[in-house]
């Protein structure tokens, strides 16, 4: 049996083969708490639902305009006729209409790796022949990567640069946990980590420090972990935040020497709380209708904070719904009414329970990854955009206070991840995807995308292919190493990017005279190279590949954001228009949209238990990422599907609700509104607020109409903006309706490979 080393974005493990097989995968032995998630890989690597071959769709070699996508069969062809016919569209497309119409998609989660990143290389491509229309921001926190800048001076409170778990150990006394601190999320971290530390994260921090899990449901932080649910009605957070604010100026028990000092545009803040500019006080009383919570409990909560080291954090998740900025400012602004910004232990934070390593020690662990090049057309849109960019030409749009039109796409290039799972509407998605005359797709496994796509190109998995890993927040460094051959015709994104561009005469730029192995070799001197700026002593990488991994050695400071900051004002200005945390910004009231005030205010999100659209659609439905694979990766595996029930999956709902609906445990039920429809299996669970459900994300779309046969639930998310500054998704803004489904539950169709043929006759 030979072993290998390698890491998937679950973690790192080591791959046992056998005969050209690969029979085992067992965790990385420094890694405390692995993840079963791995355990997929040796199922998965030779999946029937690997895209084997090249191929392209029936109805679009017979011109057929798109109407078929998604529904359609292929024809196999051979490398070279394949690669001939996607650049020839390319290069059709540009020559005709330019390289704004050339739209190149990706979001880098196909894989582990560094060099191997598929977003970095697609760009690095198009990049290479003269430019295409890109994207910015993300879907995970793309709202708060635009609002941030402009209230603190910086993005990294968002997940990359958080205090550490140790410090907040040894001095928070209370954390306010705005979305708890869910265990699933931290099974993850793009690029490939070496340890899973979730398990002393809240252990440490929950035996010292009060931990208050404001949710709408009670699991955000696991029962075996100490700590209080304080119950709240989703896409309310706001409301709450700004009635604790209030209380503590009627009781003036804020610090107004630190909102003095730090803070610019505490009296606007202040004025709006008291009802001063509007009329309206923003009390408990207030506050209590809105959130569920009564008044009584959130005066206390309020006033048990005083006095107190407090840390006030939340989940991305807060801020993927509409007006999802408003949370986070009001979090930084309760922290500053506290006095608590850049204390060890306190101030805010966002990201804890979001992702892998979040409260890890900064390591700054450098990893190396290919350029991505200069982009002639300089364009890109919102990520979260992409509907709004397919189905409107022509149309103009703001985003982060400036004004753009959307270009007229005539081809789609996706190379890494799934808009199929993370876009909401998706059955909007689905008519965007009709436009454009031509689509290609690189892909591992016949995805939701990949059968949307004209021509489909097989891509390696991690596992068929050299490369280094790592996360900025890990200590490990990994070797990964190749474990198989590529399956059936699979090539590297690289090497099918580098043929592109020979065909359009980027090949020099794109390669630079380099094979994948070179690069991995390079990558290696350029990490080398840093790791002897910083005074260690990297091994040569012959060592490195052979032992598999490098260690990083702990940091010895104990890291507290905006710490410099807090003990010097003036000569650590934050790189704001003041220099110091904007609660009133000008700036921010300029670019959000009309009717929103430049200050953290509650706004009506349109869907939300109090909205009129709740006595249509009563059923506040909440999409989080799932327990059982990372978005819609591995849904076809064994690990993934043991989590369902007849092939579906769990949606989570009060007992009242259940109830009042006739449905019982294991009932199979049907969620729909008036933007479509998906099935699941209800699991009666009495920790979540009246009025809630969830459904994970991530079940392969298999559309019938605009019912989805399976049980996603972007079918019902809405597809808009979280305002006109950050453009981020609203998926956790949606209403809808949950009957009993009594009928036979329609046949999956995406568990099994779409028709391939080897003509086209």
Excluded at 352 to 360: I, L, P, R, T
Excluded at 374 to 387: L, M, Q
Excluded at 598 to 626: K, M, S, V
Aim: glycine share 10%.
């Amino acid at each position: 049996m030979t072993t290998r080393r390698s890491a998937a974005h679950w973690g790192a493990f080591t791959a046992h083969e056998r005969d050209g097989k690969l029979v085992a995968v067992t965790p990385f032995e420094h890694d405390p708490h692995p993840t079963p998630l791995n355990s997929v890989w040796p199922e998965m690597l030779t999946s029937p639902m690997r895209v084997a071959r090249p191929v392209a769709r029936k109805g679009w070699l017979a011109k057929d305009g798109g109407a078929a996508r998604g529904d359609d069969e292929y024809v196999s062809l051979p490398w070279d006729e394949a690669l001939d016919m996607a650049a020839g569209e390319i290069s059709r497309v540009r020559g005709q209409h330019g390289n704004s119409a050339l739209f190149a998609g990706s979001y880098g989660w196909s894989s582990a790796g560094r060099v191997h990143h598929a977003r970095t290389l697609i760009r690095r491509f198009y990049n290479s022949i003269g430019g295409f229309t890109d994207q910015v921001t993300n879907y995970s926190y793309g709202a708060a990567m635009a609002f941030m800048p402009r209230v603190v001076g910086v993005h990294n409170a968002v997940g990359s640069s958080l205090t550490s778990f140790t410090t907040i150990r040894d001095h928070c006394d209370v954390m306010l946990a705005m979305g708890g601190i869910p265990a699933k999320n931290w099974e993850v971290n793009s690029g490939g980590f070496g340890q899973h530390r979730y398990e002393p994260f809240l252990d440490g921090i929950t035996n010292s420090t009060r931990v208050i899990n404001v949710s709408p449901y009670r699991g955000d932080i696991e029962n075996r972990f100490p700590s209080e649910w304080l119950p709240i009605r989703p896409n309310t957070d706001t409301a709450l935040l700004l009635a604790i604010m209030q209380v503590l100026i009627a009781d003036g028990t804020h610090d107004e020497a630190f909102l003095a000092r730090y803070c610019v545009g505490a009296d606007r803040l202040v004025a709006y709380l008291t009802g001063a500019s509007d009329g309206e006080v923003k009390s408990p009383d207030w506050a209590s209708p809105i959130t569920g919570i009564p008044a009584d409990e959130i005066a206390a909560l309020a006033r048990s904070l005083v006095g107190k080291r407090v840390l006030v954090t939340a989940n991305w998740s807060l801020q993927r719904a509409r007006h999802g900025e408003q949370p986070y400012w009001a979090i930084i602004a309760l922290a500053s009414m506290l006095g608590q910004v850049g204390l060890p232990g306190g101030g805010f934070a966002f990201g804890y329970g979001s992702s892998n390593g979040m409260g890890n020690p900064r390591y700054d662990t450098p990893l190396y990854g290919l350029p991505a090049g200069k982009n002639a057309t300089g364009f890109a849109i919102p990520c979260a955009r992409v509907t709004d960019l397919l189905l409107n030409p022509g149309q103009s749009f703001r985003f982060d206070g400036k004004t753009y039109t959307y270009p007229e796409i005539k081809l789609i290039h996706w190379a890494g991840g799934n808009p199929f799972h993370h876009h909401q509407d998706l059955n909007r998605l689905r008519d965007g995807f009709r436009k454009p005359e031509t689509v290609i797709v690189n892909e591992c496994y016949w995805t939701a995308t990949a059968r949307h796509a004209d021509i489909v190109f097989p891509a390696t998995t991690a596992l068929e292919r050299n490369d280094i890993g790592g996360a900025s927040r890990d200590p490990y460094i990994l070797a990964m190493q190749q474990v198989l051959p590529p399956v059936g015709e699979a090539r590297n994104d690289y090497d099918i990017f580098a043929a592109l561009a020979e065909r359009l005469g980027g090949a020099e730029a794109f390669t630079e005279g380099r094979t994948t192995d070179d690069w991995v070799r390079f990558a290696w001197d350029q990490i080398s190279a840093r790791l002897t700026r910083n005074g260690l002593e990297p091994p040569d990488f012959e060592a490195f590949w052979e032992k598999g991994y490098f260690e990083m050695p702990d940091p010895k400071d104990n890291y507290v954001m905006f710490a410099a900051f807090r003990d010097d004002p003036e000569a650590h200005r934050l790189p704001t228009p003041s220099g110091r945390v904007e609660l009133y910004s000008a700036d921010v009231e300029a670019m959000t949209g009309p009717g929103v005030p430049g200050h953290p205010a509650w706004l009506d999100p349109e869907e939300w238990l109090g909205a009129p659209r709740a006595a249509i659609y009563p059923i506040h439905l909440l999409t989080p990422q799932p327990a059982r694979r990372l978005h819609g990766q591995m849904d076809w595996s064994a690990h993934s599907r043991e989590g369902k029930v007849r092939g579906r999956e769990l949606l989570k709902i009060n007992p009242a609700d259940a109830a009042m609906r006739g449905i019982e445990d294991g009932d199979n039920v049907r969620l729909f509104n008036d933007r479509g429809a998906c099935f699941a299996v209800a699991k009666i669970d009495d920790g979540l607020v009246r009025g809630c459900a969830l459904l994970p994300t991530g079940a392969t779309y298999d559309p019938d109409g605009t019912t989805d046969r399976n049980s996603n639930p972007n079918v019902l998310t809405r597809d808009i903006g979280t305002s006109e500054l950050g453009q981020g998704s609203s998926a956790q803004s949606c209403l809808v309706e949950v009957e009993k489904f009594t009928g036979e539950l329609p046949e999956l169709r995406v568990n099994r490979p779409p028709v391939q043929h080897e003509t086209a006759t």
